[in-house]
T-cell receptor, first 112, second 115 residues
Framework: QKEVEQNSGPLSVPEGAIASLNCTYSDRGSQSFFWYRQYSGKSPELIMSIYSNGDKEDGRFTAQLNKASQYVSLLIRDSQPSDSATYLCAVFFTGGGNKLTFGTGTQLKVEL | GAVVSQHPSWVICKSGTSVKIECRSLDFQATTMFWYRQFPKQSLMLMATSNEGSKATYEQGVEKDKFLINHASLTLSTLTVTSAHPEDSSFYIC???????????FGAGTRLSVL
């Protein structure tokens, strides 16, 4: 069973702080990794994709991938109340049925 | 990013009726589309994977005769909830994959309420 695991939270951070969201996955051969944001009552929206080891930055977001340790993380700098949402980690497993496997999501709360 | 359009966004129907939900990829061709269901405060649950021109692949526990999926073209997939009952009330979300990179783009979702 190919799995993606996330801490459900809630993770509470003060406004302006760095929020760090983590995700581990079970298949060492995985090649594609994604972070989605889902606001309450809305559908997921893609934030970041990352395919190789290291960091990938896009504005206030940085995705970090470590394939040897089988984890991927998302850092949100200068967190804003509007960042409060559930963040879903998704992995495209090789031979995983040709679909993304999602974690259960981490709820982030950015407090004023 | 790519755009996936889903209609209707909200539907109320009587128990026993059927409801059709459409999912369109507007600016790319999607050989594979996915249908999810999400109950309040729960995780996304994949219902089925649909490939253009072939039968959908349903996840374990999802009734294929109740949730009819048609993927007739590279830009359109439909989900029909047949003989809907109150327990089918949920948030249904479609997703389409752009190419082979694995990225899935989501529609805005359809909130179904069965009375």
């Amino acid at each position: 069973q190919k799995e993606v695991e996330q801490n459900s939270g809630p993770l509470s951070v003060p406004e302006g702080a760095i929020a760090s969201l983590n995700c581990t996955y079970s298949d060492r051969g995985s090649q594609s990794f994604f972070w989605y944001r889902q606001y309450s009552g809305k559908s997921p929206e893609l934030i970041m994709s990352i395919y190789s080891n290291g960091d990938k930055e896009d504005g206030r977001f940085t995705a970090q991938l470590n394939k040897a340790s089988q984890y991927v993380s998302l850092l949100i700098r200068d967190s804003q109340p509007s960042d409060s949402a559930t963040y879903l980690c998704a992995v495209f497993f090789t031979g995983g049925g040709n679909k993304l496997t999602f974690g259960t999501g981490t709820q982030l709360k950015v407090e004023l | 990013g790519a755009v996936v359009s889903q209609h209707p966004s909200w539907v109320i129907c009587k128990s026993g009726t059927s409801v059709k939900i459409e999912c369109r990829s507007l600016d790319f061709q999607a050989t594979t589309m996915f249908w999810y269901r999400q109950f309040p405060k729960q995780s996304l649950m994949l219902m089925a994977t649909s490939n253009e021109g072939s039968k959908a692949t349903y996840e374990q526990g999802v009734e294929k005769d109740k949730f009819l999926i048609n993927h007739a073209s590279l830009t359109l997939s439909t989900l029909t909830v047949t003989s809907a009952h109150p327990e089918d009330s949920s948030f249904y979300i479609c997703s389409a994959r752009d190419g082979t990179g694995g990225i899935q783009y989501f529609g805005a979702g359809t909130r179904l309420s069965v009375l």
